[in-house]
């Protein structure tokens, strides 16, 4: 199945980004925006340069997310920390993944992204698909 995502000047700059779904884990949906009475969309972008997954801190927090292992070392862009391991399920209607259950490092991204991301998929989420970037067109391949 080849899915290919469309050119744009953010896509160029920060990777391809996608529309990703969290399910609550206290309440086996996805996470609804109560004032609105929606199912929240959060901005999810590969980074083939990071070898694990991680996910804005404040979301994992405000969520409640499960914890499956306490404080992994990590090496970040700060240098090392200690980090707990947290697990979600995640949709990507686009890649045809649904509630699928992936560990993710919480990670303040507000720092790197200014509000633009919410998670990070590195090389352990990638490592099933195939994926073709064009840097004269800014086109992004996956293949899976």
Known sequence: MLITAGHSA???RLGPALTAYIIDPRTNQYVIDPKAN???EYSAIFDTAAPINSMEETLVTDLRLPMVRPGDQLET???PKKRNV???RI???ILNIDRESTEFYPLNLDNIFHGGHQIILGR???QR???VYDGRTGSVTIEF
């Open 86 to 88: 947290h697990t979600a």
């Open 10 to 12: 953010e896509l160029v």
């Open 38 to 40: 929606l199912t929240v």
């Open 129 to 131: 698909f195939k994926l």
């Open 124 to 126: 352990r989420f990638l």
């Open 77 to 79: 862009t700060d240098g």
């Open 91 to 93: 949709s990507i209607p």
